[in-house]
């Protein structure tokens, strides 16, 4: 593997009337959808990308991908990956009975070929949550990667037991763990200190410049990064009652701001490129 730094730009393209579902309020998904559009948050990103050059990789759920279909054709011809974030954004969907698991993959993946005119190469499951039955069901519809695993335990939403932060190939029994499975994992990145994510949602609470650090401190260690941001993060959002103070705090243009601040400092240090593109340098190396 080469010693050069990467980092990697994912969006995960879940509505906000899934994570009204994740904690239980009751809304009607159509209004509360118009009300907070992926379409919005989706434009602000891609108007950051642009200007910096980069291709991110989208994780849609398909359907997201069968409603917002227009937007996600959009993403795609701008040159940017779409990858698979389940069907509906359902938060066990991906610890579900195989059989089920299979139904869900099949149809997501449909609709995302459907919408874009090519199959997609990567999958990260829905709040991170997936298991070994996953990366079965990823090795027979033929996938490349996966992006599921997170080396952090936040109770209540997601983690794994496992400081495992450069790509490897899981056990067929153990997603967390090294194996002989076909799939490669890219594991979301962690502050390798506190192992606290880097995403956009912590980035709000803790600023641009925790997040930068913890960057460089990966990059340091020889770990890539794998950093992944909402929609809903770039867009001012209403109250609701129910919902966490922490979802709502920085986000719209404060967002960006960081994001700008961040993708500053990661150019200093890194490529930037999109998973499929990490997955297969990666690969290469490991096969080796």
């Known amino acids: 593997m080469t010693e050069a730094n990467f980092f990697v730009m994912s969006v995960d393209v879940d509505s906000w009337s899934s994570l009204l579902r994740f904690y239980s309020i009751e809304h009607d998904a159509a209004e509360v959808n118009r009300d907070v559009s992926v379409d919005y948050g989706i434009s602000r990103l891609l108007e950051l990308f642009n200007a910096h050059e980069l291709k991110a990789t989208f994780f849609v759920p398909g359907e997201v991908a069968k409603e917002d279909g227009q937007t996600i054709k959009r993403v795609a011809q701008e040159g940017h990956e779409i990858a698979c974030h389940g069907l509906s954004h359902e938060k066990n969907e991906y610890l579900l009975p195989s059989s089920q698991q299979l139904a869900a993959l099949e149809e997501a993946t449909k609709i995302l070929q459907k919408v874009t005119s090519c199959k997609p190469k990567g999958f990260r499951a829905p709040c991170l949550r997936a298991n070994a039955q996953t990366i079965k069901t990823l090795e027979r519809l033929e996938y490349a990667y996966d992006s599921s695993v997170i080396p952090s335990f936040v109770p209540g939403y997601y983690g794994y037991s496992t400081t ?63 950093f992944y941001v909402h929609p809903r993060d770039v867009t001012p959002l209403p109250a609701v009652k129910g919902l966490p103070w922490h979802l709502r705090r920085n986000a719209g243009p404060k967002a960006i701001e960081m994001l700008n601040r961040i993708i500053k400092e990661v150019k200093k240090h890194a490529e930037i490129l999109p998973a499929a593109d990490l997955a297969a340098r990666f690969a290469g190396s490991l096969n080796a």
């Open 164 to 226: 495992q932060s450069k790509p490897y190939y899981p056990s067929l029994s153990s997603i967390a763990t090294k194996g002989k499975s076909k799939i490669i994992e890219l594991p979301v990145s962690v502050h390798p200190l506190l192992r606290i994510p880097l995403s956009a949602a912590w980035m709000r609470n803790l600023g641009a410049n925790w997040v930068g650090a913890g960057a460089r401190m990966n990059f340091y260690l020889g770990n890539p990064v794998v």
